[in-house]
């Protein structure tokens, strides 16, 4: 196992997060025009000394260089855009707020598209397979930005059971989490049924069902081990989802989280602050899918022998 | 094609005809297009002209959607908002499409040493933020239409290229390249006129997957107001405008997120008909 853990370390998640620096620091820094230089016409001397204020008017690589050093230091660089604040301030007052909105709609996710896989899955081409399978290609169409909204008109502001804006208590938690997770709950609920499907068939759930084990047992107890794989695999790409998905929803319900620094910093052209909010969210998501590919080969010890083989 | 037999590709048609969901899908996506297309050119509005006279009309026999804050009709809009939608979904699909498919074909058909690093680099590629590096270079660069093409087209090639490789790696080893081979012709030839014919149809079920998730993230970015920029408007930013209207006008919402989810439920439909249509081996199931 902790050859495994080395080997995703230094052969993947490491490499990842080198180019994913490597590639935005450049593509920020060679872009055209100053960063400056975008609202109005600013005089030569300011825009130099602006220059030399945020270290830009050094050679290139000591600036690479000097901004990696930096970020391994944790100092994400200043704001451009807002005076005095660096960047690290600025995604640190807003990121708690954005993990839990993400854990709580994954979290969300998972159990309603864990339930309704299960659900299709055991009722084969029967009505509950019918109505969740439909139930989720319904929620695969419609994107958290129109949910969202929707969600809001009815139950927010028609009904007026829930708030419509804020983060402040659980009440508040609610509509946001169900626009974020719910087309992720869509996705788990067909790749559920897929992978419980397929495990339902095979002959050690018929010795299970031999033995007289109850159906619950069966499929809890023994079927949604080998069956949930295809969900976990899916787990890394949809925490990617749901971290930009992140963005709408708060925009949305006026949340104060890091998708709503990194829009504005996007519409401001604030390039050290995005580039901060991507290294971060590579470091995220490289991390997360780190901890995914633990889990799959603890769950299955084919992939954990395989990785001893090819050493 | 001849004495009864029948063409891979009438056999898949057939099999498509069958499939109801998949063939009203088709019509759907079909009327949609044309909607788009050819609606604004007889609709009696223009989509830009304002009349504020008529300003937040509800639904009505003169204006089917009603009309938004500057009177102008809803309708008309989202079919305009709706060519751009489309424009930008086939377009950075024809970019992803041009890669992946190059790029999957040249690693799976080399091989070997030079594929493992090729595909290294995809891997490695896999693992980035890709909203985010679209989001970077829309910060970057200038806002522009054909930058949302290239940016979202440019990220979007990964899965392609590895769906083509494989089956290049696979198809390679038959005997029908070795002649191809033996006949001295050069490896573009053998690459383009004789290996990619062969993955045809398992690209022509991806990019039915493809052009939806494209549509999904133009809309998102446009919503954030980081797509399409005004006075051009698309699903995305129409639905946008209508969500801070949303309260008294609901319908300026409504009508353009309607339109965006019956086109991802018609593709979806229809990208899942293919896959059963085009690969009979996966019969029918998922």
Known sequence: ?311 | MNSGGHSLGTDAWRRLWKNKAATAGLFLITFMLAACIFGPMISPYSHEEMDLLSAHQSPSASFWFGTDELGRDLLTRTLVGGRISFAVAFASTAVSLLIGVTYGGISGYLGGKTDAWMMRIVDVLYALPFTLLVILLITVFERSLVLLFVAIGAVEWLTMARIVRGQILSLRQQEFIEACQVLGYSHARILFRHLLPNVLGTVIIYVTLTIPSIMLLEAFLSFLGLGVQPPMSSWGSLIKDGVGAMEDFPWLMLVPGGALFLTLLALNFLGDGLRDALDPRRGGEG
Not at chain 1, 50 to 77: F, H, I, S, T, W
Request: charge should be positive; hydrophobic fraction near 50%; aromatic fraction near 8%.
């Open chain 1, 1 to 311: 196992m902790l050859r495994f853990l080395f080997q995703r370390l230094f052969l993947q998640a490491i490499p990842t997060l080198l180019v994913l620096a490597t590639l935005s620091f450049l593509l920020v820094r060679l872009a055209p025009g100053s960063p400056f230089a975008s609202e109005k016409e600013l005089p030569e001397q300011t825009l130099e000394a602006l220059n030399r204020a945020y270290g830009l008017d050094r050679p290139l690589p000591e600036q690479y260089l000097r901004y990696m050093g930096n970020v391994l230091k944790g100092d994400l660089g200043p704001s451009l855009t807002k005076p005095g604040r660096t960047v690290t301030e600025l995604i640190g007052s807003a990121l708690p707020v954005s993990l839990q909105l993400g854990v709580l709609a994954l979290g969300y996710a998972l159990i309603v598209g864990i339930l309704l896989g299960i659900l299709a899955a055991v009722n084969p081409n029967r009505f509950g397979d019918h109505v969740s399978m439909g139930v989720a290609l319904i929620g695969i169409c419609i994107p958290g930005f129109v949910l969202g909204p929707l969600l809001a008109l009815v139950f927010g502001l028609n009904l007026e059971w829930l708030p419509v804006m804020g983060w402040e208590s659980p009440v508040h938690w609610v509509l946001p989490v169900i626009s974020l997770g719910s087309i992720y709950a869509a996705y788990i609920a067909r790749l559920a049924r897929g992978g419980m499907m397929e495990e339902l068939s095979k002959d050690y759930i018929r010795t299970a069902r031999a033995k007289g084990l109850s159906e619950t047992r069966v499929v809890f107890g023994h079927a949604l081990r080998g069956g949930i794989q295809p969900v976990i695999s899916f787990l890394g790409p949809a925490a990617a989802g749901l971290l930009t998905g992140a963005f709408v929803v708060e925009v949305i319900f006026q949340i104060p989280g890091l998708g709503r620094v990194i829009v504005n910093a996007a519409l401001n052209r604030d390039q050290f602050l995005v580039l901060g909010c991507v290294l971060l969210f590579g470091a995220l998501m490289v991390v997360f899918n780190t901890l995914v590919d633990v889990l799959l080969a603890l769950l299955n010890p084919r992939i954990r022998l395989e990785a001893k083989e090819k050493t």
